[in-house]
């Protein structure tokens, strides 16, 4: 398929504009639906959609809401009994008497353990027929309908038949089914609902159920220490025989090792070990030192020893000193043979001698001073061993004198301990103890918690909106029809031309033929030219004149289906053509379905298009004038052919065309639907133009694709889409018609005064 050239009209021209259409070469067939552009979707869009359906959405919303308090109203009334206990702290014994002070939950359960725990207990099947016994509910209607036979006594006594496991069952599920028990977060309390028709027996089942869970509470407890008191009273006795034989035991070894107040003769023994200890340490430490004095002593020089010398040695010394130093000053000065040098030599040899004898002797002291302290060690050591001896005996007969003095304070400390908790178990057994608190019992509800009547209304309202939304977007979702011209545009592929508002067609059987045209729509921009209808075909005349630098001669009206306008249309546009002062032929071409000669008051079976194609009238003969339309030339259709596309095709159809072009300044040509005949396709490349004019909510989306198909296919010249039938009102023409109904204000008083005249 080749592609052509089209005029794409830009928007926004008016009478007087200059020419600004572009040639842009058009693709044909299905690519042609995307050059359009078209305005994004914005919110607003959708709202008007909403506005659009809004009687939709009220009705679906309606029904939703009826339907709602139909069931809520039909709904049997349901009350709701609450009662709340606190589940205190239990100690973790099993008595809670002397030095039981723990005052938390078990190590190995935790808090919300615990508490779940107490939950599944009050669902329990156990508490669950305590109460249905405790109030005959087996035998209360308006609990159940399975009742229990009543207990009546024959004349031998016997009763009635107990419930069966089956009848059990039963009475359990109808009472779970009313029965709520919840935990409160971040407390010890629980809360326990009851919900029935009744409102008195909810309560009296709540209260009831609270009284039997406090009651099998405290029976586990009580059943608890029974158990303990008498396991207790079987361990005394034993515990009894063992403290007596430990105790025996004690006293037998006591008497065999002599033993009486063993503690502080273990004290004495101890210090004195500690007191020889460390006399050994000093007798030794002062042992090395005089052996060390007399090895150096027998050194031979006292004083290496660091010894303090004896007064008469220091003076021997110093005596020594002194003759040393005159007999080296004597021999110096008077020789070695000289007298008074002798006598000072002897002096000397004296004093030397005299020092040896003071050194031997305080050799021979250290000597006896080392032996005395090693001596004396060896004493202590002696002593200390024999101490050692003694101590390790009394260790060795304390270890097993306390072995048993622990066994003995063992056994008499643990039979007391069990003496004082059988005390506390006889105690127990008289209390009635328990870890359960009421906090609040439960009491007859006033007001049922269901239905609530006013949040269903509100659930059915908000459910009703939003399926009555939802039911309008899918609504927008499966409508296929055409409503606006940026819908035709890209359905088609062709510009939009204008829009034709929807007016009112009057009901023209009981008028009088003077008021006649007054009333028909095909002649409104004749008799209503001030109207709504008038001043849009006249923006459709500016769109043709503008659509190209020439205007088009030959206009070719034509509409995808039937009923959608074209007829109309084509007069309107003659007709608003011819005002400007243009000569105008308008051709019923419609040879099937004629509808121009009833717009303009002709006779059909007269002369027209057929019997000029046909040869036997001329053209003078056939064209007829409308008084009240300067200009204006009608050739009507006249009597019906039998082949009129073959009339339509025909060689002399294509020259009356081209001699209509040198005669008049415009020729609008009205064809049958373009889907329901080929008429208009073969005209339409004799055709300047072509015009197709849809009806807004009525003319499909698939219908005008395929109607513009049909003539991209023979390369007629498309010049746009006329949308008819436009209902100003409508949210979906809001951008076309700024302010919807109230624009429409402006031509009241016009069809106002066209309503007075067609009534009077």
Known sequence: MKSRSTQLRQPGLTNGSADTSIQLPTPTGPEAYTTIPHRETTIRDYWLILVKRRWAIIAFALVVVVLTSIATFKTTPIYDAVARIAINHESSGALPFKDNTSNSMPDYEDYATAIETQVRILKSDNLAMRVIRKLGLDKNPKFTNVSKPESTANELGTAAPAIDSRQETMLINTFRAGLKVVGLNNTRLIEIHYLSPDSHLAADIVNALVSAYKEQNYETKFQSTLETADWLTKQLNDLKLQVETSEGKLIRFQREKGIVGIDDKQNLTTSKLDELSKELITSGADRIQKEANYKLAEAGNPELMGLSPSEMLAHLRERESNLKQEYAQLKTQFGAGYPKVLEVKNQLDEVQSDIAAEGGRMASQIKNEYLAAQQREDLVRTEMEAQEREANELNQNAIEFNILKRDVDANRQLYEGLLQKLKEATLEAGLRSSNVRIVDSARVPIAPSSPDIPRNLAIGLILGLSGGIGLAFLLESLDNTVRTPDQAELASGWPSLGVVPRFLRADTRSLQPAKLSLAKVELVACYRPKSEAAESYRSLRTSILLSALDPPKVLLVTSPLPQEGKTTTSVNCAIVLAQRGSRVLLVDADLRRPGVHRAFGLDRDGIGLSTLLEGTATMESVVTFYPQVTNLSILPAGPPPPHPAELLGSSKMKSLIAQWRIDYDHVIIDT????????????????????????????????????????????????????????LGSPDHYYYYYGGKSSGGYYDSEAVAVAKKIDT
């Open 672 to 727: 049958p639907p373009a889907l329901s005949v080929t008429d208009p396709v073969i005209l339409s490349v004799e055709a300047d133009s072509v015009i197709l004019v849809v009806r807004s909510g009525k003319t499909t989306k698939d219908a005008l694709r395929r109607a513009a198909d049909l003539f991209w296919q023979v390369n007629a010249r498309a010049m746009g889409v006329v949308v008819n039938g436009i209902d």
